[in-house]
């Protein structure tokens, strides 16, 4: 069956360490999400990419970075520049008007 | 104000019971509606989509009012596994770019 795979589950980050954040995604989905959820919060958006090679910023896009060298993966960086990393991160693929298809997320915890 | 807005609850309601809440939304070109659900610590998933004539999946129903720019989800009969939150996802411009709502949690007790 077709989905997204996030990975790792976990995350622990130590302050000043940059980690990466994979979203794989085998639906043939042309464009792709990365979303933050804080404790009692809606989802905010990080980036986005709605072709290979290009990407645009969300609404917090300070701290992250990503790339998309292939239609199938979005990883997600964040850097030490985002002074407060803790959250639920999902990433999502979009495939028409069928909405969002998401991964299972990965909780990021600094330490 | 915020794109889509919805009150958080929480809706303790008990088993078998009724249960309905709204979302509002602020861009009236929006085209695309959608009911997510999303359990603790998880990610969401899609429960329905909404439709401009309304629809309904089993015990859930949606509603679509475009003048007042509102999608409504009732859901009948609740089981204790319909306790969740349920976020309400409205596109923009255009369909590749949504915006969330905070949530409405539903709690059904036994």
């Known amino acids: 069956d077709g989905g997204i795979t996030q990975s790792p589950k976990y995350l622990f980050r130590k302050e000043g360490q940059n980690v990466t954040l994979s979203c794989e995604q085998n639906l043939n989905h042309d464009a792709m999400y990365w979303y933050r959820q804080d404790p009692g919060q809606g989802l905010r958006l990080i980036y986005y990419s709605q072709i290979v090679n290009d990407f645009q910023k969300g609404d917090i896009a300070e701290g992250y970075s990503v790339s998309r060298e292939k239609k199938e993966s979005f990883p997600l960086t964040v850097t030490s520049a985002q002074k407060n990393p803790t959250a639920f991160y999902l990433c999502?693929?979009?495939?028409?008007?069928?909405?969002?298809?998401f991964g299972s997320g990965t909780r990021l915890t600094v330490v | 104000r915020k794109e889509v807005e919805q009150d958080p609850g929480p809706f303790n309601v008990p088993e078998g019971a009724t249960v309905a809440f709204n979302c509002t939304y602020s861009n009236s070109a929006s085209q695309s509606f959608f009911w997510y659900r999303q359990d603790c610590r998880k990610e969401p998933k899609l429960l329905m989509s909404v439709y401009s004539s309304g629809n309904e999946d089993g015990r859930f129903t949606a509603q679509l009012n475009r003048a007042s720019q509102y999608i409504s989800l009732l859901i009948r009969d609740s089981k204790l596994s319909d306790s969740a939150t349920y976020l309400c996802?409205?596109?923009?411009?255009?369909?590749?770019?949504?915006?969330f709502g905070a949530g409405t949690t539903v709690t059904v007790r036994a």
């Open positions: 996802v409205v596109s923009g411009s255009n369909d590749y770019k949504l915006s």
């Open positions: 999502a693929s979009i495939g028409g008007k069928r909405g969002y298809t």
